[in-house]
């Protein structure tokens, strides 16, 4: 019933900017923290940023200064604009988002994934 749509993957080179959005749809009550992960092969996916619905934010230190994350509420959107990019951002990013559906306990959904590459 709640799907969680990706855009915005792609290839870039280093020093390059991407912008990666998250939509959700759905039978949706109200979407409590709303984040980014990502995983590189041989690595553990780990968290990017995240952010509540209030507007309060999270950064994994070695992105700090280059993302940043937004929401727009209205939308049941998330989007992740990353600057700067290194070739070690590279990775599988998944939007990940904590949803309160009606008529039930809040849980968390994922996106299917969408690849960022970052290659000169």
């Known amino acids: 019933q709640v799907q969680l749509v990706e855009s915005g993957g792609g290839l870039v080179q280093p020093g390059g900017s991407l912008r990666l959005s998250c939509a959700a749809s759905?039978?949706?009550?109200?979407?409590?923290?709303m984040g980014w992960y990502r995983q590189a092969p041989g690595n553990q996916r780990e968290l990017v940023a995240d952010?509540?619905?209030?507007?309060?934010?999270n950064y994994a230190d070695s992105v700090k200064g280059r993302f940043t994350i937004s929401r727009d509420n209205a939308k049941n959107t998330v989007h992740l604009q990353m600057n700067s990019l290194k070739p070690e951002d590279a990775a599988v990013y998944y939007c990940?988002?904590?949803?309160?559906?009606?008529?039930?306990?809040?849980?968390?959904?994922w996106g299917q994934g969408t690849q960022v590459t970052v290659s000169s």
């Open positions: 759905g039978s949706i009550l109200s979407i409590n923290t």
């Open positions: 952010i509540t619905s209030g507007g309060s934010t």
């Open positions: 990940n988002a904590n949803i309160k559906q009606y008529f039930q306990r809040p849980k968390d959904y």
